[in-house]
């Protein structure tokens, strides 16, 4: 990534601090910086040994005395000193001056606490946001990202899958009508696959592996042409490195728990929505946001199960981002109408 002028001190900034991903918009500039959520940590000072992209390479490679750690869980802050390193990380990135007091929005799951809210405003303030940080539910921002008219007296559907938490929301009028967040996201899927795979195969495999194999085998439907692949970890009966061949309709039968859960939390939104409201959905169809979102087949699951139009937001895995730095870009406007909240418990 590129390192930036000293014209950029100060410059406004929006956070999705994601579970999996963290992406940071500087106003006027658009998108700048898109890093996996991890630290690799010294285990002994906790000093940080890398950050980022970096970091993820690390993980399930790490010798005794360095530990890859995420800082986030199921789309909250799990370590507190992990992730204000990494937010201090990423700010510095963008700007060059430790001096620099950037305005900040931070994107948050629908879902949270008003502790765990405030924990995300202290480790944004700590590492070098100006107070106070202000903050915007995630399903929000991602229907202002994907070009949704969300201030218009129409019900905009949004579903939102992150790595952590999965966010339905129905939106009008710039507020959140009804919505559901479930601590469901990509993270499940992968665990999924790692329990199926060492049931069935008593076959150990590492997260990277996993994701790898959700990426390139996971479906929610079935396909047209189904696929196949070796996959390799350890075996847990003689404790020596193992290959096997699996398949789509083996890692659907895998995954399908959590995405039953998603499926369920789009029903539950649905059946507390205003018949006027929904009638608009059965116009405009929802929209997929979020990684989630690119899971094979899921469009077609929702569809079958809503009766529902669905479609895939323009950029999925950047719409939280873009939303939210759209809204950085109109903030005084939107600050007026109640958009963020900044409140303390």
């Not at 390139?216 to 404790?239: C, H, K, M």
């Not at 929702?302 to 139009?309: D, I, N, S």
Request: net charge negative; hydrophobic share 45%; glycine share 10%.
């Amino acid at each position: 990534m590129a390192r930036f002028n000293s014209s950029f001190l100060g410059r406004d900034m929006a956070v999705d601090l994601g579970t999996a991903n963290t992406l940071v918009y500087v106003r006027g500039e658009g998108i700048v910086l898109c890093e996996p959520s991890v630290v690799a940590v010294q285990v002994k000072d906790g000093r940080a040994v890398a950050v980022g992209t970096e970091a993820k390479r690390m993980i399930g490679k790490t010798p005794a005395h360095i530990q890859a750690i995420r800082p986030l869980k199921d789309g909250v802050i799990s370590d507190f000193e992990v992730c204000e390193t990494m937010l201090r990380y990423f700010i510095q990135r963008v700007h060059n001056s430790r001096f620099s007091k950037p305005r900040m929005i931070i994107c948050v799951p629908s879902g949270v606490t008003g502790v765990e809210q405030r924990a995300v405003q202290d480790a944004a303030e700590f590492a070098g946001a100006r107070k106070p940080a202000r903050i915007i539910e995630e399903p929000m921002a991602a229907a202002i990202g994907a070009g949704l008219p969300v201030h218009e007296p129409t019900g905009n559907m949004i579903v939102d899958i992150g790595g952590g938490t999965t966010e339905v929301a129905m939106i009008s009028l710039g507020g959140v009508v009804t919505s559901q967040s479930v601590r469901v996201g990509g993270d499940e899927l992968d665990d999924a696959i790692i329990q199926y795979i060492k049931k069935e195969y008593s076959l150990a495999l590492g997260e990277r592996t996993a994701e790898v194999v959700k990426m390139e085998l996971g479906s929610a439907w079935e396909l047209e042409q189904e696929l196949q692949a070796e996959i390799r970890g350890r075996d847990l009966v003689t404790g020596l490195p193992k290959t096997i061949v699996t398949s789509t309709h083996e890692i659907r039968e895998a995954i399908e728990e959590p995405v039953s859960s998603i499926v369920d939390a789009v029903k539950v939104t649905l059946d507390k929505t205003p018949p006027e409201l929904a009638a608009d959905v059965m116009e405009r169809g929802i929209v997929l946001a979020g990684g989630g979102a690119l899971l094979k087949g899921l469009p077609t699951r929702l569809a079958q199960e809503t009766g529902m139009p669905i479609r895939i937001a323009p950029r999925p895995l950047e719409a939280v981002a873009l939303g939210s730095g759209m809204a950085l870009e109109e903030f005084p406007a939107l600050e007026q109408a109640g958009l963020f909240s900044s409140h303390r418990d």
